[in-house]
């Protein structure tokens, strides 16, 4: 993907079609046709079904909190400065010793470039996630988003998601399911707005970095 502006623009978005994987017993994408030019219509009308989790989202406290904000109440400058991409050294994970040497006053937007990712058409309930220690570091910090290439910030099996709660009440932002794995680890400029959704418990989002920021 690239800018007029002479700085490339990296696509970081999961795409989205029939072979697009979910969490496992979520909606999947689907695609009905209601007009089609082959078929004589004037233009070509399409109706999308799925999860607002499927693909790269972004989740709303209103996912894992009854009382939480739904997604209209993003607050949308922390999706679009400058950030950066971290590749993590743990095997499951994001733990605090990954975020040892990151300026975390400066740095305030983190995407995390993991070693057991999931890809839009590949899924593994060994996932990476966000250790407990390392989201405790991320509130204290007060950074304003961070991103993951895997499905959940908690892992698989975790009914209290406490990363989650962790960090929603801290305020911070987060997006799963990006697509890192052509990135070099690095600082860019990070676009990546969520859709504005009445009472929506996640949106899905089309991310995109900038380089040179």
């Known amino acids: 993907m690239n800018s007029t502006d002479g700085n490339a623009l990296i696509d970081i978005s999961q795409g989205l079609s029939e072979s697009t994987v979910v969490w496992p017993g979520d909606t999947p994408f689907t695609r009905e046709w209601v007009m089609r030019i082959a078929e004589g219509a004037s233009c070509n009308v399409s109706t999308l079904r799925m999860s607002v989790h499927c693909g790269t989202h972004s989740d709303a406290p209103y996912h894992f909190d009854e009382k939480g904000d739904p997604t209209e109440a993003f607050d949308l400058d922390a999706f679009i400065g400058p950030c950066r991409v971290v590749e993590v050294r743990s095997e499951d994970g994001v733990h605090a010793s990954d975020l040892e040497g990151i300026d975390l006053a400066r740095d305030r937007r983190l995407l995390f470039k993991t070693r057991r990712p999931c890809t839009a058409t590949t899924w593994r309930d060994d996932f990476s996630f966000v250790g407990v220690d390392a989201a405790r570091l991320l509130a204290e910090s007060k950074i304003l ?4 290439d895997t499905p959940s910030i908690d892992p ?20 799963e399911n990006l ?12 676009i990546a707005l969520p859709l504005k959704i009445a009472g929506g418990d996640a949106a899905p989002v089309r991310a995109v970095l900038r380089t040179n920021p």
């Open 145 to 148: 988003l961070f991103g993951l």
């Open 156 to 175: 698989m099996e975790s009914k209290t998601l406490e990363a989650h709660h962790i960090l929603a009440n801290a305020g911070i932002r987060w997006i």
């Open 179 to 190: 697509e890192l794995s052509h990135v070099t680890p690095g600082h860019y400029e990070l």
